[in-house]
Nanobody
Framework: QVQLVESGGGLVQAGGSLRLSCAAS????????MGWFRQAPGKEREFVAG????????NYADSVKGRFTISRDNAKNTVTLQMNSLKVEDTAVYYC?????????????????WGQGTQVTVSS
């Protein structure tokens, strides 16, 4: 299992930007597809973005396409989520997750390792 630690959350006004980072432990980071999920109060955890092992392929939830960008650096064992044009409805706890699958699934059940989460709050 890989250990994951998120950082970079905070409070931002609507229209602003935030950059989330996820640091992974271990020497096998490049063997995991990675994903970002989020969970708002009273709602189920939902997929935000995913990236394959090499970083060549990405996928996004429709709600964030064109605004969020996921990337990874396998040399530094990190994955980032650049969030632009933030909306109030983006407010949630954001989680980094790792999957043994080669392709970044959009399903929570396909991810076996999770970080502790970082709060993102977007004010109007």
């Amino acid at each position: 299992q890989v250990q994951l630690v998120e950082s970079g959350g905070g409070l931002v006004q609507a229209g602003g930007s935030l950059r989330l980072s996820c640091a992974a432990s271990g020497r096998t980071f490049s063997s995991y597809a990675m994903g970002w999920f989020r969970q708002a109060p009273g709602k189920e955890r939902e997929f935000v973005a995913g990236i394959n092992r090499s970083g060549r392929y990405t996928n996004y939830a429709d709600s964030v396409k064109g605004r969020f960008t996921i990337s990874r650096d396998n040399a530094k064992n990190t994955v980032t989520l650049q969030m632009n044009s933030l909306k109030v409805e983006d407010t949630a706890v954001y989680y980094c997750a790792a999957s043994r699958s080669s392709w970044p699934s959009n399903s929570v059940v396909d991810f076996g390792s999770w970080g502790q989460g970082t709060q993102v709050t977007v004010s109007s």
